[in-house]
């Protein structure tokens, strides 16, 4: 009898550690060399189907008002989530809004979100655009709603939190969970520093120019230091947007724009917070030759960057060392059609 | 013997809540109790026959965090996940009385208009934080803490309308209050909420919104805690 209730407590233990150990594994791993992210994952623990709910919202108009804008509008996967040839993101009905939509990627490392830090949590950052006039029209409450009365949310909600109840907070950390999947890791840059591979002649050249002009903005291995900074652009005057200093209401902080992460720029023109310009080369030219002085111009462009054309053209192909093709087309971030 | 403990086991809970109950025999009680001319507010949630002549209230809501009681300078209970949304327009939430414990000796009650900075920037948060209820900012993160909206002759916008929407957490433009009362000895505690104080203090025809953060919300958040007074008989 004893024998029995031992061999029946040791299979009940090896049950519950598999168990365990099938709901606890990491779907996080924070890639070598890089720092800790900002996200605390203790309060939203990444689960399969949570991602995969995120995914199927990313990518699903019911965001918006009339049905006919989603994430994935202005964020593709396949141009690093950003919208390729538009300067400014657009909504609904042919809304036009007032910023570049930015590229996606290595979220949990971020501690603002929008070109002005306007949003303070990964969290809360698609309220933005969901509750934006220019971009999805909505609000939380009625896409709550929405989802409420549909029966394949319902069942994705269930598997993904227990319950089939929909609320904003798991709406938001659904789609959260999805967005902070999405790491890039894998560009040839990458490959190098770990001893994969190695830059051609042009792109060690460019990889050098890089850490003497650029990087201490643009901070390896995110390629951004996750400040805000004037690059000595000119004032737009029809969009007369002036940044930072709209959310801190410091004269010190007009004209600063959250630093963009370089990785898969080759992919996601046009540049800057307005799109303004549509190629690298017009980023570098204005780099070269096009800062505009101000107050709060950032210190290490007071002199422009002293770059020739050669050096141009180097760190250019520098900077498609960056590209991320398995991210890029990553099969789990695309549209998924649901049962 | 296992019967004697499940037994007890049932019978404890109910020895705890007698004595619970019991305490010091005073029934606790916390109301919230928005004014007009010292006429209860009335949320008229149809605005379409509202025509501005007479000033009328759609919507009032506001936060109450932070509860705590006090006997002396000692805290002698506090509340945990202590964040109520409070709408006039729902009279049963502007009751609070369910949420503090009984039997407790207290002279003092503590507690903050508003939201505050952690959980500001906390993320999605649930119950009655979640943003669905309306009160978080979507296009700069941060809770709304006060919420008035409503018509009056004085207004200079549109169909007479003025917007009030106080909150913000960063420094220095943080706009929770801490508000303290005492309990007085009957721990029946009636708190007005002066709305003829609030709009007295503006000058709508100037100022008929207020709905970002910054100096003015930080300002008129100041103006909306001395609002708040307890009731006087």
């Known amino acids: ?339 | 013997m296992r019967k004697l403990i499940v037994c007890l086991l049932l019978i404890c809970p109910a020895f705890c809540r007698i004595e619970a109950q019991d305490g010091l025999g005073i029934k606790t009680k916390l109301q919230f109790i928005p004014v007009w001319q010292e006429k209860v507010v009335h949320i008229q949630e149809d605005a379409s026959g509202l025509s501005g002549d007479t000033v009328s209230f759609i919507l009032f809501r506001f936060y109450i965090s932070g509860l705590s009681l006090w006997k002396a300078n000692h805290q002698v209970w506090t509340e945990r996940n202590s964040f109520h949304l409070l709408d006039a327009g729902h009279p049963e939430s502007m009751d609070l009385s369910r949420f503090l414990p009984e039997g407790l000796d207290w002279n003092s009650i503590h507690f903050s208009l508003g939201i505050d900075s952690a959980t500001s920037c906390s993320g999605a948060q649930g119950g009655e934080l979640d943003p669905v209820k309306g009160m978080y900012w979507a296009w700069q993160s941060g809770y709304i803490n006060f919420k008035l909206d409503g018509f009056s002759p004085m207004s200079q916008a549109k169909d007479h309308a003025f917007h009030f929407h106080l909150g913000g957490y960063q420094y220095p433009y943080s706009c929770i209050r801490e508000i303290r009362m005492d309990a007085g000895p009957s721990q029946d505690i009636r708190v007005l909420f002066d709305l003829t104080k609030f709009l007295a203090t503006l000058n709508l025809q100037q100022e008929a919104s207020m709905m970002i953060p910054g100096a003015r919300a930080s300002l008129l958040s100041n103006v909306a805690a001395q609002c708040i007074y307890r009731e006087t008989k």
């Open chain 1, 1 to 339: 009898m004893k024998k029995k209730a031992v061999i029946i407590c040791l299979l009940a233990t090896s049950l519950f550690i598999a168990a365990f150990h099938s709901k606890t594994e990491p779907l996080w791993h924070t890639p070598a060399g890089w720092p800790q992210p900002v996200y605390v994952f203790k309060t939203n623990p990444l689960r399969k189907e949570s991602i995969y709910l995120g995914r199927i919202l990313f990518h699903d108009p019911i965001l918006s008002r009339d049905y006919t804008i989603s994430c994935a509008s202005c964020h593709l996967p396949q141009t690093a989530f950003t919208h390729v040839d538009h300067s400014l993101s657009h909504g609904i009905e042919g809304r036009i809004g007032m910023r570049n939509s930015p590229a996606l990627m290595n979220l949990a490392w971020s501690r603002y979100f929008m070109w002005d830090g306007a949003v303070n949590h990964l969290e809360v950052q698609p309220l933005a655009p969901i509750s934006n006039h220019d971009e999805m029209d909505d609000n939380l409450a009625h896409v709550v709603e929405k989802l409420n009365q549909s029966k394949p949310y319902r069942s994705l909600f269930k598997a993904a939190y227990g319950d089939s109840l929909v609320t904003g907070q798991r709406t938001l950390k659904a789609i959260s969970q999805f967005m902070l999947s999405l790491v890039s890791c894998t560009s040839k840059y990458d490959q190098v520093k770990a001893g994969k591979a190695s830059f051609s002649p042009l792109e060690a050249q460019g990889y050098l120019l890089f850490k003497r002009s650029c990087s201490s903005c643009h901070t390896e291995p995110l390629f951004t230091n996750g400040g805000f900074e004037n690059n000595g652009l000119a004032l737009d005057t029809n969009l007369k947007d002036l940044g930072r200093m709209k959310i801190t209401h410091r004269s010190s902080d007009s004209l600063k724009f959250k630093v963009p992460s370089l990785r898969n720029i080759e992919v996601s023109y046009p540049y800057m917070h307005d799109g303004r310009f549509r190629n690298l080369a017009m980023v570098l030219f204005h780099y070269s030759d096009g800062i505009i002085q101000s107050p709060t111009l950032s210190p290490v462009l007071k002199n422009k960057l002293p770059l020739n054309e050669a050096d141009k053209n180097a760190l250019i192909a520098f900077l498609k060392t960056l590209t991320d093709e398995a991210f890029l087309h990553n099969p789990e971030y695309g549209y998924h059609k649901t049962e």
